[in-house]
């Protein structure tokens, strides 16, 4: 009984691998710190400034996604078309 369906408990990612130096939040913490503030919250947002999520995206990277297989598939599309149904030779 119990529900358990055989999943085993979910690992989480250590805290304390995100750090807010080197990130644009230190320049907040800074301010934050003149102040005489500290923000708690602010290492579970590093994350955001790291990997592939600090890589700006840009317009190229979203038009341009998948073009280079969906070449590749009209490519095939055009040759199978033209293998299955050759055009007509007319004198028109």
Known sequence: M???HGHSKL???DVKQWK????PMEFTQQRLAARGLKDPWARNEAWRY???F???VTLSDVLLRGFKWGFAAFAVALAVEYVAFPPKKSDH
């Open 2 to 4: 119990g529900g358990d």
């Open 11 to 13: 690992s989480m990612p």
């Open 20 to 23: 807010v130096e080197g990130t």
């Open 50 to 52: 790291a990997g592939r």
């Open 54 to 56: 600090s890589q700006a």
